[in-house]
């Protein structure tokens, strides 16, 4: 006789992933499933109410009955992926690339001890910029009385410069891509979560499917410290009145174990 142990001990870990959910029962939502990266925790809770009716028929008292129901259901996700796609996720943003180029820049400087962040033409700020490629003309001599920074340019304390008024001046900058985020531009989105998971104990696949969830928008992410940021991303779990069938099936979610 083979004894056979299942194992039924869980420590997950894996990848998860959201596709952007279209209008309810559009067949022609061909958006990828994309990776939220990195991602150091992952959870589904409920929302409870419960009713107890007390025992009055006896002094040790108790209850004479009970019933509970779930009033909502969110998904949580502590995700340590903070590129451009999940800032814009969580921001309830929209993102643009911009491609490698050279651009014209012009300013005006005001002040010692001052900073003049890059702009193009139509206001966008300009970053990756490639240092040794920035020229500058107008505001005297690189290195005393300006100095080229990644994101700008600063003017130093010491800058031999006279402001009694303000100087303008002109140069060009190259960058080699970058992408820009504009915040809080859109509505939350709906998407479709997947979560690619293997059981640490004994390597077990397995899945969960939310199919239709609303990102909050995230209340905080640090972007200054010592320590590796973190978003906290919170979903409602909704129905997806497209899922219809026969038999014992979810609207919600399901797993795969």
Same mark, same amino acid.
């Given at each position: ?41 992952? @959870?589904?809770?409920?929302?409870? %109410?419960?009713?107890?009716?007390? !025992?009055? /028929?006896?002094? $040790?008292? &108790?209850?004479?009955? #009970? ?53 193009? @033409?139509?206001?966008?700020?300009? %970053?990756?910029?490639?240092?040794? !490629?920035? /020229?500058?003309? $107008?505001? &005297?001599?690189?290195? #005393? ?113």
């Amino acid at each position: 006789m083979t004894c056979v142990t299942k194992n039924c001990c869980l420590a997950g870990a894996g990848t998860i992933y959201l596709k952007e959910y279209n209008a309810c029962c559009d067949e022609t939502n061909d958006a990828p499933f994309i990776s939220i990266g990195n991602s150091s925790s992952f @959870s589904v809770d409920a929302e409870l %109410t419960e009713i107890k009716v007390p !025992s009055y /028929t006896s002094v $040790g008292g &108790g209850s004479e009955c #009970t019933t509970s129901w779930i009033d909502s259901a969110t998904a949580s996700i502590t995700g340590l992926c903070l590129n451009a796609t999940n800032f814009a996720r969580a921001w309830t943003g929209d993102l643009t690339a911009k491609a490698a180029t050279t651009s014209a820049i012009t300013g005006k400087a005001v002040a010692k001890d001052s900073f003049i962040p890059y702009v193009d @033409s139509a206001g966008n700020p300009i %970053t990756n910029v490639t240092t040794s !490629s920035v /020229t500058v003309t $107008g505001l &005297g001599t690189l290195g #005393t009385d300006y100095q080229v920074k990644a994101n700008g340019i600063y003017i130093p304390e010491t800058s031999t410069l006279n402001f009694a008024s303000p100087i303008s001046f002109t140069g060009n900058v190259t960058h080699s891509g970058y992408n820009i985020v504009e915040m809080l531009t859109s509505s939350s989105k709906e998407f479709i979560l997947f979560y690619d998971g293997v059981n640490r104990f004994g390597g077990t696949p397995f899945s969960v499917t939310l199919y239709r969830v609303k990102l909050k928008p995230v209340s905080g992410i640090p972007l200054l410290g010592v320590e590796a940021a973190s978003a906290e991303y919170e979903f409602e779990i909704l129905k997806d009145e497209c899922r219809t069938g026969t038999g014992t099936f979810s609207q919600y979610g399901s797993l795969a174990i």
